[in-house]
């Protein structure tokens, strides 16, 4: 069974940027199309950035197209999640998880076990 750790989230100011990233136990981790999804206080988790298997796919959701890059690396069972130009509306708890393509259009499709998450929190 994959685990999955997230880490790097912290307490920065709006503009500011921070890089998370999602270590997986396993060998399994080259198999999946991976995710960065979010859920903030009182909110449902939502689905912010994906890469393929390959990592030559990415997608985002509106909200942080153009400031966020999520990236991989197969040979560390990593997947990571850049975010520059934080918002205060980005505060929330990041998670990592796997995902589906359908064409370009990525979906939400946890199918491991979720971790701790992240926190991130944006404010001055």
């Known amino acids: 069974q994959v685990q999955l750790v997230e880490s790097g989230g912290g307490l920065v100011q709006p503009g500011g940027s921070l890089r998370l990233s999602c270590a997986a136990s396993?060998?399994?981790?080259?198999?999946?199309?991976m995710g960065w999804y979010r859920q903030a206080p009182g909110k449902q988790r939502e689905l912010v950035a994906g890469?393929?298997?390959?990592?030559?796919?990415?997608n985002y959701a509106d909200s942080v197209k153009g400031r966020f890059t999520i990236s991989r690396d197969n040979a560390k069972n990593t997947v990571y999640l850049q975010m520059n130009s934080l918002k205060p509306e980005d505060t929330a708890l990041y998670y990592c998880?796997?995902?589906?393509?359908?064409?370009?259009?990525?979906?939400?499709?946890?199918?491991?076990?979720w971790g701790q998450g992240t926190q991130v929190t944006v404010s001055s």
């Open positions: 890469v393929t298997i390959s990592g030559g796919e990415r």
């Open positions: 998880n796997t995902i589906s393509f359908l064409g370009p259009t990525m979906r939400p499709a946890a199918v491991l076990s």
């Open positions: 396993g060998s399994m981790f080259s198999r999946y199309a």
